[in-house]
């Protein structure tokens, strides 16, 4: 049976990331904050200048297009960091809902710069919860989700500003990392394949239940409190290799897959971590396997936060 490695060092995975794989979207306008809260899953009418966002944007049907980190560069200027290899399709799509909407939808990932801050390369003044946001020398840092009590913080800068100071991390240790926090944002293999609750998106701040209609909304809201909420997203580690998208079957019911891979990292120590969003039965016992039934063996880990109950 595979069995979790031990965690490096917390002074081994420290630094700052280069993020290659992250994109910007930009909606600029007097109502950049009400266009995008009327599309995507959590509530931008109130977002503050000292705050960011954890947000999807669905199909009518509830699916989930894209996730990103939304943040407020300035009053009528927002920024969504989302997987580069979705965002000209998520881009297209949010565009046609612009209408005569006060703003304008454009790709800025080639105006700015994006880095993952890792361990004491996080700043002491970033305030500690997650999705907590800091304006320091240009650039707006986001607090994200520890990975393994690991400080992480999202930093965003335009192209010309210097880069934040600290010894250079692999981009492959900020993947685990993200992995491992359990929020990881979602590419292009898993477009549609969820509603934001199979990823866990409500119990880490991704969902409000309390704000109005946004498209696959009637959807997600009946899921969460009609407690038809079958799958969730759990973290995994194997000896394969693992990419997003790979199906994972239970010894129960070889027949069928059992969930389905959310994102993958190889561990910095050995082996494989992933989220996989599955049939909660599926996470009470038994055998996890790898794209078969007789697949590679797969280890259920604990989940680092814990989940917002059926209400």
Not at 50 to 79: P, Y
Not at 183 to 196: G, H, R
Request: net charge neutral.
């Amino acid at each position: 049976m595979s069995q979790a490695p031990e965690s490096p060092p917390a002074n081994a995975l420290r630094g700052v990331a280069l993020l290659p794989r992250l994109g910007v979207i930009r909606a600029q306008g007097e109502e950049a904050a009400k266009f995008l809260h009327g599309q995507l899953t959590n509530d931008f009418s109130l977002l503050g200048l000292s705050e960011a966002r954890l947000a999807g944007f669905c199909t009518a049907k509830g699916r989930l297009l894209a996730s990103f980190i939304g943040f407020k560069r300035t009053h009528d200027e927002i920024l969504l960091v989302c997987h580069a290899d979705l965002l000209p399709a998520t881009l297209k799509r949010l565009s046609m809902f612009v209408l005569r909407a006060k703003v304008k939808l454009t790709d800025a990932s080639a105006e700015f710069q994006l880095r993952g801050l890792v361990g004491d390369a996080v700043p002491a003044a970033l305030p500690a919860a997650p999705w907590s946001k800091l304006d320091a020398d240009g650039a707006q840092l986001v607090r994200l989700y520890p990975a393994d009590s690991i400080a992480r913080a999202l930093w965003v800068a335009p192209a010309g500003v210097e880069p934040p100071a600290g010894p250079a991390l692999d981009g492959a240790a900020w993947d685990w990392l993200d992995v491992v926090a359990g929020v990881p944002l979602l590419s292009q293999p898993v477009v549609e394949a969820f509603v934001p609750q199979m990823v866990n998106m409500e119990s880490v701040g991704g969902v409000n239940f309390k704000k109005g209609c946004y498209p696959g909304q009637e959807v997600v809201a009946r899921s969460q409190f009609r407690g038809t909420l079958k799958r969730r997203a759990y973290p995994v580690f194997g000896d394969a290799p693992m990419a997003a998208g790979q199906e994972v079957f239970h010894d129960s019911d070889p027949s069928q897959p059992c969930g389905t891979v959310v994102a993958a990292a190889a561990s910095p120590a050995g082996g494989w971590s992933a989220m996989v969003s599955m049939q909660t039965s599926a996470a009470e016992g038994g055998a996890l396997h790898l794209g078969a039934a007789d697949g590679p063996l797969l280890t259920l880990q604990p989940l680092p936060y814990p989940l917002l109950a059926d209400v």
